[in-house]
Every structure is written in structure tokens, then in C-alpha cells.
């Protein structure tokens, strides 16, 4: 499952350690799980816990069902989303949550699943299960949506003179990336600029 698209190439904990390896943690323990960031989202949190009481609130003046499962999912995607990008993924009226809240769960379900390719190596390059097929699936569905966040937000960051970072992990990401090509060869630059 690890092998789809390459992800076992470039993932944090498939990597062996090595200078990426080192580059990608110190990421992790400075931009997205230092205690000064996850301490300045608490307000974000609040918010979206307040968003949720008021969408029960309000279902229940108007003695409309709540799906308990689907309205706490949205607001843990939309309290992650943020913090990462700034952006909610979904509402509690759409279904777009109930079809992220289905490419997670398959995605936790084929990592969870027992694969005969693990044990018998020789198998993987016919998936005798259909694993990797699956998973291909998922990870392009997700895969398109971080892209399109992403490309996004560089064409913002582009396209604004006087474009103003917000305090989310992508732009930190990016400006670390930016720093990163400032030196490379110009077909790495031309990533970095959003082109």
C-alpha cells in the first residue's frame, strides 16, 4: 500500500534516514507539531466546536435528524483543514464531508487489511487482492484535492504584490520550500514560484 505513487520514496516514516529524512522532520517538529502552533490553533478549535453546538442547536429547533458520526467528522475535518490551509472541506448541509469521511475510511481500511503481497513479496506485482488497485483510487482522489489546494495558494502567493501569509502549515511549507530552491538549478525555482 506504502508503494502507491512512490509514497514509501518520500513519506517520513518509510524513508531511511538521511538528509530528506532530516529535512522532513525538522518540518514536522518546527512547523506542524511544535507547541507554539498547535497552541495558536486553540482558538480555530474553539471556533469549530462552536460551530458544531450551533449546528445542533439549530437541528434541533428545527427538529431536523443529526447524524452525530457525520456532524463530528465535519468539524474535526474542518478544524484540521484550517489549521492546515485555512479553508473548511466541508459544511454540515453538504455531502462532500460523508465523501472524505469515505476516502479516509478506505484508506484506514486497506492499511488495515492483511495483504498475501507483505508475507509473499513475489505476489505484489499482481495484487492478487486488488490492494494496491484500491488504494491508487483513494490517494488520487485526496491527491487531487491537496493539489488543487495547493496550486491554489501559490497562484495566490504569485499573483499578490503585497500577498499577506496567513498562519497556516501549507504557507509555512512553502516558504520553507522557497527557501529551499532560492539556490537550485531554475527548473526547481519554477516549482517553488507556482508555475
Known amino acids: 500500500m506504502a508503494h502507491v505513487f512512490d509514497h514509501h520514496k518520500v513519506s517520513i516514516g518509510w524513508i531511511p534516514v538521511n538528509s530528506q529524512w532530516r529535512n522532513l522532520r525538522k518540518a514536522c517538529a518546527t512547523q506542524i507539531f511544535a507547541p507554539q502552533r498547535l497552541d495558536a490553533t486553540e482558538a480555530l478549535r474553539l471556533a469549530k466546536v462552536q460551530e458544531l453546538l450551533d449546528h445542533v442547536n439549530q437541528s434541533c429547533k428545527s427538529g431536523a435528524p443529526i447524524d452525530i458520526g457525520r456532524v463530528v467528522f465535519t468539524t474535526v475535518l474542518n478544524s484540521t483543514s484550517n ?3 485555512c479553508i473548511d472541506l466541508a459544511q454540515y448541509d453538504s455531502n462532500l464531508s460523508q465523501d472524505f469521511r469515505d476516502l ?3 484508506l484506514a481500511k486497506e492499511a488495515g487489511r492483511p495483504n498475501i503481497a507483505d508475507y509473499f513479496p513475489v505476489l505484489r506485482l499482481i495484487d492478487p487482492q486488488g490492494v494496491r488497485k484500491r488504494t491508487r483510487i ?3 482522489k485526496l491527491l487531487v484535492i491537496f493539489y ?3 496550486h491554489q495558494r501559490l497562484q495566490l502567493r504569485a499573483s499578490s504584490k503585497g500577498y499577506k ?3 497556516d502549515t501549507l504557507d509555512s511549507l512553502l516558504s520553507l520550500i522557497e527557501e529551499e530552491f532560492r539556490n537550485k538549478p531554475p527548473q526547481y525555482q519554477t516549482f ?4
Do not use: R
Not at 192 to 195: H, K, L, Q, R, V
Open 83 to 85: 489549521a492546515l490551509f
Open 148 to 150: 488543487g489546494i495547493i
Open 165 to 167: 501569509a496567513s498562519n
Open 138 to 140: 483513494y490517494y488520487s
Open 192 to 195: 517553488a514560484s507556482g508555475n
Open 104 to 106: 479516509v475510511c478506505g
